[in-house]
């Protein structure tokens, strides 16, 4: 079945970096359009950056010169490189891979920005 793995969270200081990865298995990665979204206790989960299966990426507003989207279609990994970390990035950060009418996420990593 289709698994996604998220890792590399944790507890960094502001203008600290980080670099989470997903991990995709029992699909065809190179397929899938590939998002990271994040979702703070009481609100919606929100788009990241994206990444399409041509290369093609956006980035929300918020994060937009700071983040960077990349896929490895050789690992079945996609990463998100977190730069000039502010405590508003805290929150939990899901992996998702989308393809046609097929959406997986994964289970999500814990990113804690505080002093």
């Known amino acids: 079945q289709v698994q996604l793995v998220e890792s590399g969270g944790d507890l960094v200081q502001p203008g600290g970096s980080l670099r989470l990865s997903c991990v995709a298995s029992?699909?065809?990665?190179?397929?899938?359009?590939m998002d990271w979204h994040r979702q703070t206790p009481g609100n919606q989960r929100e788009l990241v950056a994206r990444?399409?299966?041509?290369?093609?990426?956006i980035y929300s507003d918020s994060v937009k010169g700071r983040f960077t989207i990349s896929r490895d279609n050789a690992k079945n990994t996609v990463y998100l490189e977190m730069n000039s970390l502010k405590p508003e990035d805290t929150a939990v950060y899901y992996c998702?891979?989308?393809?046609?009418?097929?959406?997986?996420w994964g289970q999500g990593t814990q990113v804690t920005v505080s002093s």
């Open positions: 998702k891979g989308r393809f046609g009418n097929l959406e997986y």
């Open positions: 990444i399409t299966s041509g290369g093609s990426t």
């Open positions: 029992g699909m065809v990665f190179s397929w899938y359009v």
